[in-house]
């Protein structure tokens, strides 16, 4: 494990369990909050849906996501804290998360943004639950990212990633202090 890589956005949402998606923000237009679910927690695929449109699914528990994207906007860390003593060790988790280096891991599943600007949500949210207007947000390499206000709080964030094949690796770490589970996608390939 060595150092992460500077952080260009980080915030958290909302998860109410079961997954978290990654969308194209086009793609994401045209979700409507269904998924087909894991068995438990732990596990991520590719989900095909509609009319040609796809999203990234990591299956998880409730609770908060932490969702951070480095300043090349080249990976994407959704970290959940599963259990911390206090906030010095949830901090402790996620820092732990951010330095786990995508070497240290077999590769998993691959997802390819397409445009830049993704949206990460909660699988259950729905599109049509939040009045705003994700095609209108500012998201370009310079920009932070943004949380979507959902009828039931903030269950998304829209950020730009670097356009690219992204694949996933999935951990879990724990000490007598806390436990983190995260998901990295990193980008591959144009």
Known sequence: MTGAAPLGWSDEIDCEGGQVLVANAADFAH????????????????HAFGDGHACYLWSLLPGPVRVTVDASRSFLCLAQIEY???DAGREAAHAYALAYQL??????VTY?????AVVIASA????????????????????PGALI???????AAALWLQPGLY????????????????CRLQRISD
Request: charge should be negative; charged fraction near 15%.
């Open 31 to 46: 979700w409507f909050g269904a998924a087909a679910p894991f068995a438990r927690a732990g596990y991520d695929s590719v």
């Open 167 to 182: 694949v996933s690796s999935l951990f879990y770490h724990e000490d007598d202090r806390w436990g983190v589970s995260w």
């Open 124 to 143: 259950s949210s729905s599109v049509s639950a939040t009045s705003t207007a994700i095609e209108g947000l500012p998201l370009s390499a310079a920009s």
């Open 84 to 86: 911390a003593d206090n």
């Open 149 to 155: 206000d959902f009828s039931s709080g903030p269950n």
């Open 112 to 116: 390819r943004v397409t445009e830049g």
């Open 103 to 108: 070497a240290d891991a077999a590769a998993g």
